[in-house]
C-alpha cells in the first residue's frame, strides 16, 4: 500500500513569509464509499482535487479510481466501534483540519473520534458530536445545525462537507505524529459518521529571518516589535500563538546570520 503524503504548495495559499505549512494526507487506501451516489450527492465536487477551505488545502480523493466519484472512508454499518489508523509522517504540527460530515444523525449523539498520537507520547483528540462539530451529510431530515465556533460549514447547494478544526497541544511541534486514528460506531439514526480529507498544518521555527529575505537583521526585529503581544503568525518565531520577548530574543541572537 503506498501512501502519498503531498506537501501542498505553501506559495499557493497564504503570505509567502508564514512559517505555517499544509501537508494533506491522501485517504485513497481507505475510501469505501462514493457519497456523489447519496442523496442529492451530485452537487457534491468530483475528487482528485485540492479544495481551499478557510486557506486551509483540502485534498479530497476518489473511489475505485472512478473519476466521477468523491470518495470517503465512512463507518460501516457492523454494529460495533470500528477504528482506523492512518499513518502520518509529520513533525512539528499546530493544527489538524478535516472535512467530515455522516449519514442521518440525531443531535447530540457521540459518533466517534478523531485521535493523533505522537512518537513521542504526544496525544489529542476531538470527540465527534451530532449538531456540534459535524452533521447530516444532506439538508432536510435528521440533525442539521453546526453551533461548534471551530467548525466551518461548507456547502454545495443542499450537501455539505464542513471543516473541523483541532488546535494541537504545543508538544507536537516537537514531535512526530506516527497516526491519526478515526474511530466510532455506524447506528442509523444516531448517524455514520464520514472522512473525506485531512491536512495538518506545521509550524517551523526559524533563526529570526521573520521576513525571509536570509538574512537577520534590524527589519526582522522591526517586524517583532511592530507585531509584539499580537499572535501574528508570520511574527511568531517559535510557533507558540503570541509574539513575545522570546521571539525578539531568537531575532537579536541570530542577528546578522545570513547578512
Ligand atoms: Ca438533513
Ligand atoms: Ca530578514
Ligand atoms: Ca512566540
Redesign the pocket.
Known amino acids: 500500500m503506498r501512501i502519498k503524503l503531498m506537501i501542498a504548495l505553501t506559495l499557493a495559499w497564504g503570505a509567502m513569509n508564514s512559517h505555517a505549512q499544509f501537508v494533506s494526507i491522501d485517504i485513497t487506501p481507505w475510501t469505501n464509499e462514493n457519497i456523489r451516489d447519496w442523496t442529492a450527492g451530485n452537487q457534491y465536487p468530483t475528487g482528485n482535487q485540492t479544495l481551499n477551505v478557510r486557506g486551509v488545502p483540502m485534498f479530497i480523493t476518489t473511489s475505485n479510481n472512478n473519476a466521477n466519484s468523491l470518495g470517503v472512508m465512512v463507518l460501516p454499518a457492523s454494529g460495533s466501534t470500528h477504528a482506523w489508523d492512518i499513518p502520518v509522517n509529520v513533525t512539528g504540527a499546530k493544527t489538524l483540519y478535516t472535512l467530515m460530515n455522516n449519514a442521518w ?1 440525531v443531535c447530540g449523539r457521540e459518533l466517534g473520534m478523531i485521535e493523533v498520537f505522537g512518537q513521542n507520547g504526544s496525544y489529542a483528540s476531538m470527540t465527534l458530536i451530532e449538531g456540534f462539530n459535524i ?10 445545525s453546526l453551533t461548534d465556533p471551530d467548525a466551518f460549514a461548507f456547502e454545495f447547494g443542499s450537501v455539505r462537507l464542513d471543516q473541523q478544526k483541532l488546535e494541537l497541544p504545543e508538544s507536537f511541534l516537537t514531535d512526530t505524529i506516527t497516526h491519526v486514528r478515526f474511530s466510532g460506531v455506524n447506528r442509523n439514526p444516531d448517524g455514520a459518521a464520514f472522512l473525506a480529507s485531512l491536512t495538518l498544518q506545521t509550524c517551523q521555527g526559524s533563526n529570526g529571518d521573520v521576513n525571509q529575505d536570509g538574512c537577520v537583521d534590524d527589519s526582522d526585529m522591526l517586524q517583532v516589535l511592530f507585531a509584539f503581544g499580537s499572535d501574528d503568525p508570520d511574527s511568531d518565531v517559535n510557533c507558540d500563538g503570541i509574539v513575545d520577548d522570546i521571539d525578539l530574543l531568537t531575532v537579536l541572537f541570530g542577528f546578522g546570520h545570513g547578512c
Open positions: 444523525g452533521r447530516d451529510h444532506f439538508n432536510g431530515n435528521y440533525c442539521n
